[in-house]
């Protein structure tokens, strides 16, 4: 593997003592000085700015474009209007899951892709092997820096850097050149935490002067940076999906319970509605559960399940919760027994462990 | 970055202390390994009369993101563990060489001892280890 790429807010992260990791390819902060616990916290009650500039952009363009999305989406995008974000998972025929994306659509057959690091050039290769008639496909990622700013005290931070009025911006709306001063960014409301929140993108030469707008202006806000660490345990807080954990190659978005994206019905024909619709029907044999623990002991990937001593699934992803102060994790389980159990075990090394089934999500924040 | 090393107690290449009382070691984690881990949540102990061995895992120690195990300073036999720990374990954070203790062990061989690290030798090898 190629030497780790830095993203053009790498020296922030070394100024504020990040612990530097390398992560699919890139070097970014796993956590500062503050420490992970104290970022979830700080998101979940005042605000927090993380560097998501690994993520690929991919721009989408042309007379036939929403057609081509619609075919390689299992989401319906036909009803997605200008300025508006769509998630979506992306099949194989087989209903196995390429990656899960947002859509933005700036306008008409123009549309803004947001995807995940590690399998940016993966699906740029699938989308190129897809594409068809009048589509042009162009992977902006290198061009694109972008910061979360996350937390409830986001957008009182980020609307003194501009005269757009973020208040009337909804939750997954966005507007695609907003002055953030005087950057030119695109801003949505979206992010990977579970709370209020923007993501905001601009070409790397702004990269500099936006991060320290922000830092600035988030003074008097309490504003701290968090890191990978953090931002993976609040996305599991708020049950989340994380590509390679709760949905791959092997598992398809019905096994993971994001039917509401995936758009059975849609009159387009797309990547993977036979097989999914198949699935559905005949049911599956590993579902997505909540579990938490009602033995101290910390849940992790990987970690067998058992029910009555029988292995019923596997830990996708697991954690402490700050914001609970519980041990949590997502398994995929089989309904067969998961649905009659109110108890299992967990395997941790050699001893088992006893967990609950519960809701998803965990963490839900009051509106 | 400043750790915290101190006198009185001798320190191995995995980052355990161990302070020789008599025949006995106690054993922790150094502050540099608890910096590194992060905020400890989980810690698992050995039952008491445990025959360890120098170098091989004894505990182990559990942060939000990563699982660590504790490897014994020397060959010997457990012979009290710090129960606090199982519902407190982020004392290894705030007092790693206090109250975050993890085990007592009686010593087979107390020389091996005198083959750990001094304060001056461990400060030389977390500096190198931090070049790394």
Redesign the interface.
Request: aromatic share 8%.
């Given at each position: 593997m190629s030497e780790a790429k830095k993203t053009p807010f790498y020296e922030k992260h070394v100024a504020l003592e990040g612990k530097i990791v390398d992560y699919s390819g890139w070097f970014l902060p796993v956590q500062y000085s503050r420490g992970l616990v104290e970022e979830v916290h700080d998101t979940r009650k005042r605000a927090t700015i993380f560097d998501v500039s690994h993520m690929g952009e991919v721009s989408v363009e042309g007379k036939d474009a929403e057609t081509f999305l619609q075919k390689i989406l299992v989401n319906d995008i036909s009803r997605l209007k200008d300025n508006a974000i769509m998630y979506s998972p992306v099949c194989y025929p087989d209903g196995g899951v390429v990656d899960d994306i947002l859509i933005y659509r700036i306008s008409g057959d123009n549309f803004f892709l947001v995807v995940n690091a590690a399998n940016t050039d993966k699906d740029y290769a699938w989308f190129q092997e897809n594409v068809f008639g009048d589509v042009k496909l162009q992977n902006l990622s290198p061009e694109y820096a972008q910061v979360a700013l996350q937390g409830p005290n986001s957008e009182a931070i980020l609307q003194q850097l501009t005269d757009t009025p973020l208040g009337e911006m909804k939750n997954y709306h966005f507007l695609p050149s907003v002055n953030v001063a005087g950057v030119d960014c695109i801003v949505s409301r979206t992010g990977y935490t579970g709370e209020d929140g923007f993501e905001v993108y601009c070409k790397n030469d702004g990269a500099s002067k936006l991060w320290d707008a922000v830092w600035e202006a988030g003074q008097k806000y309490e504003l701290n940076p968090a890191g990978l660490g953090s931002r993976d345990v609040l996305r599991l807080e708020a049950s989340m999906p994380l590509y390679g954990h709760e949905l791959s190659k092997e598992l398809t978005p019905l096994q993971a319970r994001l039917d509401r994206f995936v758009a059975l019905d849609k009159e387009v024909e797309f990547n993977g509605q036979a097989a999914l619709k198949k699935q559905k029907a005949d049911g599956m044999d590993r579902m997505l559960y909540g579990l938490e623990m009602l033995e101290r002991g910390v849940p992790r990937e990987g970690y067998p399940v058992k029910s009555g001593g029988q292995e019923i699934g596997w830990v996708s992803s697991g954690s402490f919760s700050p914001t609970l102060d519980k041990f949590i994790a997502m398994a995929f389980l089989d309904p067969e027994f998961a649905d009659q159990a109110e108890e299992v075990e967990l395997m941790i090394r050699t001893r088992s462990y006893r967990a609950k089934i519960t809701k998803l999500p965990f963490y839900r924040r009051k509106k | 970055?400043g750790y915290n090393i101190i006198d009185g107690v001798k320190y191995t290449k995995k980052h355990e202390w161990a302070r020789q009382e008599g025949n006995e070691a106690v054993v922790g984690l150094s502050d540099y390994a608890q910096d590194k881990l992060?905020?400890i949540?989980?810690v698992?102990l050995p039952d008491v009369g445990t025959e360890v061995e120098a170098g091989k895992g004894s505990a182990?120690i559990?942060s939000?993101?990563a699982?660590a195990d504790l490897y014994a300073p020397a060959d010997g036999t457990i012979t009290e563990v710090n129960e606090a720990l199982?519902?407190q374990p982020e004392v290894i954070n705030s007092d790693p060489y206090g109250e975050g203790w993890v085990y007592k062990m009686e010593l087979k061989n107390e020389s091996q001892m005198d083959e750990l690290m001094d304060k001056p030798a461990y400060e030389k090898f977390v500096v190198e280890e931090d070049e790394k």
């Open positions: - | 970055m992060g905020e949540v989980f698992e182990v559990e939000v993101k699982v199982l519902d």
